[in-house]
């Protein structure tokens, strides 16, 4: 069992930055995929992020196309702590972040078993 919880939501103008976290609880932080998925009002969660555990301890980032330049995810497994740098932010990135834990190598909602409740990004033009 993995609890999430996140934060650093909030409200900024087009053009700046905001870094979410995403607190974790529970055994073998370090052996999850962590993603970010995002949901804005009327569409679908859509996946922005991920650091996935490699075989060899070491880790992968991806992100969605729509965030690549702009977006960067790492993690501090010693305080169990996945993170999402949001710089150069726009108007279309206003939504519900989600952060998900998981087992299972994939970009959909359905590879991850685990969920925060949500924090709100909201970018003004």
């Known amino acids: 069992q993995v609890l999430l919880v996140e934060s650093g939501g909030g409200l900024v103008q087009a053009g700046g930055s905001l870094r979410l976290s995403c607190a974790a609880s529970?055994?073998?932080?370090?052996?999850?995929?962590m993603g970010w998925f995002r949901q804005a009002p009327g569409k679908e969660r859509e996946f922005v992020a991920a650091?996935?555990?490699?075989?060899?301890?070491?880790?992968?980032?991806e992100f969605a196309d729509s965030v690549k330049g702009r977006f960067t995810v790492s993690r501090d497994n010693a305080k169990n702590t996945l993170y999402l740098q949001m710089n150069r932010l726009k108007p279309e990135d206003t939504a519900v972040y989600y952060c998900?834990?998981?087992?299972?190598?994939?970009?959909?909602?359905?590879?991850?078993?685990?969920w925060g409740q949500g924090t709100q990004v909201t970018v003004s033009s």
């Open positions: 998900a834990a998981g087992t299972t190598l994939g970009r959909g909602q359905f590879d991850y078993d685990y």
């Open positions: 529970g055994r073998s932080f370090e052996k999850y995929h």
């Open positions: 650091t996935r555990w490699m075989q060899n301890n070491a880790y992968m980032a």
